[in-house]
């Protein structure tokens, strides 16, 4: 007897797995129709069937048991759903048919699942900035394009981050404008940039974009740019816009300083320099002075184009007080005053010019300098509150005192301004400590010499390495007594010493028994530390 037959199969499509039935008109014979057949039916590619009369499929293999009319009439109205792939994809599924010895391939239903706009995420408006620093507008921004195009038999599955097509974003500027820069970025004069590269590419690229504020404005004022992104996918060529993205900068403001060092022309000519800035453009600065209270126009400073100026200034007896004034291109100004005042022309004073300079913030005193004829400055002091409500005074550059130069002079003062002590550094590095109030604590250095100027309660303090020190004016009986305050890493005890203390001409001397230094304690014997033990004690 004759196999049966199967015709009428045939190709289609459908999209965005829209069911189809694909097995419409086919027509299954057998000569002996009133056999039970059964029909295999072998879904080859990604999909399900559904109708009646179908069994239980196994792993994608179908079966319709029946007479030829009864599988022709089931068949007809079977429905085939594609499963669902990613935007801008096709594949092709293949409904092989078998009855008997008769196998049919020629059943193929192709899906196309449409592409879909790319898209923006994580952007960010109402950024801030101050004085054209620049900022990352893009951090957090993440670009997806779900577009693949893949063509086969089957869909073949993609892992990882990427997508197949490069995008193309583009970057427009609106509002104040600026400069983008980073990797990867192409850019036009009109303010518009471009990235190209797939989804990660671009959003690394993206993420890393620096922008720098054009500082275009009225000084102190705020400007605001916005930013547009649009991405258009590489499959499909949809694309997607944002135009979230703003970025607000407060534009700097004018602003003028004047170097606190001045140079000595000599004859009472000064020369002052200083540097004026402007995001508008810095047009002119002038000077003037304040005189026994009046306020004279000097004219106007040198102005260079990197906003540095020069004045040289002419003083006379009377202390000046200067201040400069710039005015920018849009004609707004700003002024600073100089943070130090000039005079020249001193009587009764081996100095013919001095500079008293102050803190620019807070105008407190921070010190002088006195220049000879020549210009040359003869020494400089400065003042400094200290941590503890103390104050110092110091000279450098040259300084003498009592006919003797010194590297340095100090003077420590209370908060009620009191002098306490006084220092004098030698250029040796040695030091000369002078004791101007009782209850102080003086430490010794290397080589010192402290001369206690006949005030109680003084505690001279030593550490190893001190060297050979002398202690004159030392108070060693009384209720004020001093104190020698030892290393106890080098003495063991009071007994350990005055082991070793020996009587000079000059006074009792200590030896130290570790370091081999030394410590003079002028007019003041061995007998009478023996008898004064409350005069030592020890620290760590």
Not at 142 to 157: G, L, M
Request: hydrophobic fraction near 30%; proline fraction near 5%; avoid cysteine.
């Amino acid at each position: 007897m004759a196999d049966p037959t199967i015709t009428g199969t045939k190709s289609s499509s459908t999209t965005s797995e829209a069911p189809v039935t694909p097995f419409s008109g086919v027509t299954v014979t057998d000569p002996n129709s009133s056999a039970t057949d059964t029909l295999g039916i072998d879904v080859q590619g990604y999909g399900t069937l559904s109708g009646d009369g179908l069994n239980n499929p196994i792993g994608g293999y179908y079966t319709l048991t029946g007479t030829a009319a009864d599988i022709t009439k089931n068949l007809d109205a079977l429905t085939y759903t594609p499963t669902a792939g990613p935007p801008d994809t096709s594949f092709t599924a293949m409904l092989v048919l078998n009855l008997g010895n008769v196998t049919d391939y020629n059943t193929r239903v192709s899906n196309f699942d449409p592409p879909v706009p790319p898209t923006i995420t994580g952007t960010r408006s109402g950024q801030t900035t101050a004085a054209e620093a620049s900022v990352t507008p893009f951090a957090g921004v993440t670009i997806t394009d779900p577009n693949r195009q893949i063509a086969s038999a089957q869909y073949t599955t993609i892992s990882g981050p990427f997508n197949l097509y490069n995008d193309r974003l583009t970057i427009a500027l609106g509002g104040a404008g600026g400069a983008l820069s980073g990797d990867g970025l192409t850019g036009n004069n009109d303010g518009t940039y471009t990235l190209a590269g797939n989804a990660y590419t671009l959003t690394t690229e993206l993420d890393a974009l620096r922008f720098t504020p054009a500082g275009i404005g009225t000084p102190g004022s705020q400007a605001t740019t916005t930013f547009t992104i649009t991405d258009t996918s590489g499959g499909g060529g949809l694309s997607a816009n944002d135009n979230t993205t703003s970025v607000t900068d407060t534009l700097a403001a004018d602003a003028v300083t004047v170097d606190p060092t001045v140079t000595a022309e000599g004859y009472g000519a000064f020369t002052i320099t200083g540097r004026a800035s402007s995001t508008a453009g810095v047009d002119h600065v002038e000077v003037s002075a304040l005189v026994n209270g009046q306020t004279r126009d000097l004219g106007a400073a040198t102005l260079n184009p990197d906003g540095t100026f020069s004045f040289t200034d002419h003083v006379g007896r009377v202390p000046q007080s200067l201040t400069f004034t710039e005015t920018n291109g849009r004609g707004g100004t700003a002024s600073a005053g100089a943070p130090f005042d000039l005079v020249a022309g001193i009587r009764h004073s081996p100095y013919v010019a001095q500079q008293d300079s102050y803190d620019p913030d807070t105008g407190t005193f921070t010190g002088q300098t006195f220049f000879n004829r020549d210009g040359s400055a003869v020494y400089r002091d400065t003042y400094t509150a200290n941590g503890d409500g103390t104050s110092s005074y110091a000279y450098s550059d040259g300084t003498f005192f009592n006919g003797k130069r010194y590297s340095s002079f100090t003077e420590l003062y209370g908060s009620d301004g009191t002098l306490l002590t006084e220092t004098r550094e030698r250029n040796d590095g040695s030091r000369a400590v002078i004791v101007d109030a009782p209850a102080q604590s003086v430490e010794s250095g290397s080589y010192d010499t402290f001369r206690n100027q006949n005030q109680p309660d003084t505690n001279f303090v030593f550490s190893p390495g001190f060297g050979y020190d002398q202690v004159h004016g030392f108070m060693a009986a009384g209720g004020g007594h001093d104190i020698l305050d030892l290393p106890a890493s080098d003495f063991t005890n009071i007994a350990d010493v005055l082991r070793h203390t020996q009587d000079t001409g000059g006074g009792a001397v200590i030896h130290d028994p570790t370091s081999g230094d030394a410590i003079l304690v002028a007019g003041v014997s061995k007998d009478e530390l023996v008898h004064n033990r409350q005069d030592f004690s020890f620290h760590a």
